[in-house]
């Protein structure tokens, strides 16, 4: 089995910036097509951006030039690099991973395109 465990989470003003980490363990990190998701109290689940095995990414309108994915292959970790937050990205931001295989772009954004899940970290922008 994958456990996901994410970190880097708290609060920050507008226009600041928080780096997430996500650490796989149980299996290869490598071997792994990962994504982040984000949920706001009261909203449905809302996909932020993933990375594929491969390295293909795919961002979230909303977060598009001030979000950067990436991730080492070394450590099994994931990041997200967020840039100029804003008080619409507060919300708990869970970490989702599925064996890597053919996908396209458009099921990189689904959140059943992935089988294992973290707990979430939870991000906070104040105004």
């Known amino acids: 089995q994958v456990q996901l465990v994410e970190s880097g989470g708290g609060l920050v003003q507008a226009g600041g910036s928080l780096r997430l980490s996500c650490a796989a363990s149980?299996?290869?990190?490598?071997?792994?097509?990962m994504g982040w998701f984000r949920q706001a109290p009261g909203k449905e689940r809302e996909f932020v951006a993933a990375i594929t095995w491969g390295g293909i990414w795919k961002y979230g309108d909303s977060v598009k030039g001030r979000f950067t994915i990436s991730r080492e292959n070394a450590k099994d970790t994931m990041y997200l690099q967020m840039n100029t937050l804003k008080p619409e990205d507060t919300g708990v931001y869970y970490c989702?991973?599925?064996?890597?295989?053919?996908?396209?772009?458009?099921?990189?954004?689904?959140?059943?395109?992935?089988?294992?899940w973290g707990q979430g970290t939870q991000v906070t922008v104040s105004s």
């Open positions: 989702a991973a599925r064996r890597r295989g053919p996908i396209t772009t458009q099921a990189m954004g689904l959140m059943s395109t992935y089988d294992y």
């Open positions: 149980g299996r290869t990190f490598s071997g792994y097509d």
